[in-house]
């Protein structure tokens, strides 16, 4: 299998109301079935305001955001604004019932936030089902009024939005492979702002082109909004400065090609050639994989074009190298490329004395088929996916509101284990037994609770288990990268340490969709502090009822 990703959660623009510190930005977002093309292909597809990607949002730091999403579609919807770290206000976090219960037919709801202490590239998507396919959009939040960028000022910032495309409906994809228990249908293409581009059959007329002058900088916003799929990235014949990678500052350094999975964000500047180069570039993406499943082997492509000083045809095309497909070194070096920026204006408050250390085993199983019935997973059974063995269901109520009103008897169990129950060698031979256990289990975490959390992936090929005598040596607690979305890599693990300073329930899953939906999740419950400021707020009044 490949590397496991996990996502640690947290139009019309009216005239803004100033409140103190930041302005109040609202947007309206329609969710309605809009006819759209691609690869010769037409489909009614779920969209936001009829549009593919979905609109943009811009705040500033400090800014607060009313989001009214109104809900036109047959399916239940949520939203999620991946990223956004949502200081007491988990109401508005978006995943379908983890924070809410989601938002039904004809129905709508405010998502009411503001944005402290972050700037930078997230996106929002839907958080349901695999509505996301098609309901996202770049979440753009700009420093502080007059606050500089801590790098040259770009000539001009455009947002480049990796997606999947599906023929038919990702929603029937899904259905069809919970029913057969084996793996769903593979995307036909990804696309760049929705655009697949020339390399696919019927799709030249469909390409992204970035048309840019000479001798300036540009800020290219990376957002992978794919499904399933870790896509290298990069232009031909230029290089990348990277400045920032999920909304945090990074010491900035020089790549010809990046990786980023799915959930993550990347902000690069390009610095475009002094003089017109008599040539088009191609910039594109391909999928990283490194496990055995079927995958959408494809190439999505857009242009680079320079502005001509005089009007020419016929340029040459220059084609960008990506690493081959399971290049596994280059995304580990790339990774350690990158590094918090940790001065005094942007500190990385790395946790130092830890209170709770936890290790949890991540990775794929199987479930036992319904009986007198052969599922199309491993030996006639179902794909499952757990951590620490422990595959999630999902509730029928959301946990939030289970927990804020103290009822959470027979909704889920705050015993989540914080080890797995079977040790084995995890990147050795798998054991007999590959069935998951089914829960809906939380962690307790008391209030600024500080945690550190090994992830050991148990897959069979790869970099080995984690020593807990000999690798914490090598930690990097002065400068590592904040994330959002980590990477799991094969067959190997990763350290996180967090402060639990955020009163909520908190959902943190594969950002791989098809294993998010074979149960590769969990929730963290952070209790409540002893000040007021240290509470979770009550829940709003339109908040949806299951």
Same mark, same amino acid.
């Given at each position: 299998?490949?590397?496991?990703?996990?996502?640690?959660?947290?139009?019309?623009?009216?005239?803004?109301?100033?409140?103190?510190?930041?302005?109040?930005?609202?947007?309206?977002?329609?969710?309605?079935?809009?006819?759209?093309?691609?690869?010769?292909?037409? +489909?009614?597809?779920?969209?936001?305001? @009829?549009?593919?990607?979905?609109?943009?949002?811009?705040?500033?730091?400090?800014?607060?955001?009313?989001?009214?999403?109104?809900?036109?579609?047959?399916?239940?919807?949520?939203?999620?604004?991946?990223?956004?770290?949502?200081?007491?206000?988990?109401?508005?976090?978006?995943?379908?019932?983890?924070? %809410?219960?989601?938002?039904?037919?004809?129905?709508?709801?405010?998502?009411?936030?503001?944005?402290?202490?972050?700037?930078?590239?997230?996106?929002?998507?839907?958080?349901?089902?695999?509505?996301?396919?098609?309901?996202?959009?770049?979440?753009?939040?700009?420093?502080?009024?007059?606050?500089?960028?801590?790098?040259?000022?770009?000539?001009?910032?455009?947002?480049?939005?990796?997606?999947?495309?599906?023929?038919?409906?990702?929603?029937?994809?899904?259905?069809?492979?919970?029913?057969?228990?084996?793996?769903?249908?593979?995307?036909?293409?990804?696309?760049?702002?929705?655009?697949?581009?020339?390399?696919?059959?019927?799709?030249?007329?469909?390409?992204?082109?970035?048309?840019?002058?000479?001798?300036?900088?540009?800020?290219?916003?990376?957002?992978?909004?794919?499904?399933?799929?870790?896509?290298?990235?990069?232009?031909?014949?230029?290089?990348?400065?990277?400045?920032?990678?999920?909304?945090?500052?990074?010491?900035?350094?020089?790549?010809?090609?990046?990786?980023?999975?799915?959930?993550? *964000?990347?902000?690069?500047?390009?610095?475009?050639?002094?003089?017109?180069?008599?040539?088009?570039?191609?910039?594109?993406?391909?999928?990283?994989?490194?496990?055995?499943?079927?995958?959408?082997?494809?190439?999505?492509?857009?242009?680079?074009?320079?502005?001509?000083?005089?009007?020419? +045809?016929?340029?040459?095309?220059?084609?960008?190298?990506?690493?081959?497909?399971?290049?596994?070194?280059?995304?580990? +070096?790339?990774?350690?490329?990158?590094?918090?920026?940790?001065?005094?204006?942007?500190?990385?408050?790395?946790?130092?004395?830890?209170?709770?250390?936890?290790?949890?085993?991540?990775?794929?199983?199987?479930?036992?088929?319904?009986?007198?019935?052969?599922? %199309?997973?491993?030996?006639?059974?179902?794909?499952?996916?757990?951590?620490?063995?422990?595959?999630?269901?999902?509730?029928?109520?959301?946990?939030?509101?289970?927990?804020?009103?103290?009822?959470? +008897?027979?909704?889920?169990?705050?015993?989540?284990?914080?080890?797995?129950?079977?040790?084995?060698?995890?990147?050795?031979?798998?054991?007999?037994?590959?069935?998951?256990?089914?829960? *809906?289990?939380?962690?307790?975490?008391?209030?600024?609770?500080?945690?550190?959390?090994?992830?050991?992936?148990?897959?069979?090929?790869?970099?080995?288990?984690?020593?807990?005598?000999?690798?914490?040596?090598?930690?990097?607690?002065?400068?590592?990268?904040?994330?959002?979305?980590?990477?799991?890599?094969?067959?190997?693990?990763?350290?996180?340490?967090?402060?639990?300073?955020?009163?909520?329930?908190?959902?943190?899953?594969?950002?791989?969709?098809?294993?998010?939906?074979? @149960?590769?999740?969990?929730?963290?419950?952070?209790?409540?502090?002893?000040?007021?400021?240290?509470?979770?707020?009550?829940?709003?009044?339109?908040?949806?009822?299951?």
């Amino acid at each position: 299998m490949g590397g496991i990703f996990l996502s640690l959660l947290a139009i019309t623009s009216l005239l803004p109301l100033y409140t103190i510190g930041g302005t109040t930005r609202s947007y309206e977002f329609n969710i309605e079935l809009q006819n759209v093309t691609r690869l010769c292909h037409t +489909k009614s597809m779920v969209t936001v305001n @009829g549009k593919f990607p979905g609109p943009r949002i811009v705040a500033r730091e400090g800014d607060r955001l009313l989001i009214k999403v109104t809900n036109h579609v047959s399916s239940n919807i949520t939203i999620h604004w991946h990223g956004i770290r949502q200081l007491r206000s988990g109401w508005a976090d978006g995943p379908a019932y983890i924070t %809410q219960c989601p938002i039904q037919t004809g129905q709508s709801y405010v998502y009411n936030y503001t944005v402290i202490g972050q700037r930078g590239t997230l996106f929002w998507h839907a958080h349901i089902s695999w509505l996301r396919a098609s309901v996202y959009g770049p979440l753009i939040i700009l420093p502080k009024l007059n606050v500089p960028y801590p790098f040259t000022k770009p000539y001009k910032e455009v947002p480049i939005i990796f997606g999947e495309w599906f023929n038919t409906d990702p929603e029937a994809i899904i259905s069809q492979a919970t029913q057969t228990g084996g793996g769903p249908n593979v995307s036909d293409a990804y696309t760049f702002n929705g655009l697949p581009g020339p390399l696919y059959n019927c799709s030249a007329k469909d390409t992204f082109k970035l048309k840019v002058k000479t001798g300036k900088t540009y800020l290219l916003r990376l957002i992978n909004a794919a499904l399933n799929d870790e896509l290298f990235f990069s232009i031909a014949n230029h290089t990348l400065t990277v400045v920032e990678a999920d909304a945090i500052y990074v010491k900035p350094f020089k790549t010809e090609t990046l990786i980023l999975a799915p959930g993550q *964000t990347t902000n690069v500047l390009l610095k475009t050639k002094s003089k017109f180069p008599g040539a088009n570039f191609l910039m594109s993406a391909r999928p990283y994989v490194t496990g055995q499943g079927t995958f959408d082997n494809s190439t999505v492509a857009g242009i680079l074009e320079y502005e001509s000083p005089v009007p020419m +045809k016929n340029l040459p095309l220059f084609t960008p190298t990506l690493p081959s497909l399971n290049d596994t070194s280059f995304v580990s +070096k790339f990774s350690n490329r990158l590094r918090s920026l940790a001065n005094s204006k942007f500190p990385a408050n790395v946790p130092q004395k830890i209170d709770k250390h936890l290790f949890f085993t991540v990775g794929l199983g199987t479930a036992p088929c319904a009986q007198n019935r052969t599922c %199309q997973g491993p030996n006639g059974a179902r794909f499952a996916a757990s951590i620490n063995n422990v595959s999630f269901v999902q509730p029928s109520v959301a946990l939030l509101q289970s927990h804020f009103f103290n009822k959470s +008897k027979g909704v889920y169990s705050p015993y989540f284990p914080i080890n797995p129950v079977h040790w084995f060698n995890y990147t050795g031979t798998p054991p007999n037994n590959t069935f998951v256990s089914n829960g *809906t289990k939380l962690m307790v975490l008391p209030f600024n609770t500080s945690v550190e959390l090994v992830m050991q992936d148990t897959s069979i090929l790869g970099f080995g288990n984690y020593d807990p005598k000999k690798d914490p040596k090598n930690f990097n607690l002065v400068d590592p990268i904040e994330r959002n979305t980590v990477g799991v890599p094969s067959g190997g693990w990763v350290a996180i340490r967090f402060l639990a300073d955020n009163p909520g329930v908190w959902f943190m899953h594969c950002h791989l969709e098809v294993h998010t939906g074979w @149960g590769l999740k969990m929730a963290w419950l952070v209790l409540d502090g002893e000040l007021p400021n240290q509470k979770l707020l009550p829940p709003p009044a339109d908040l949806p009822k299951c």
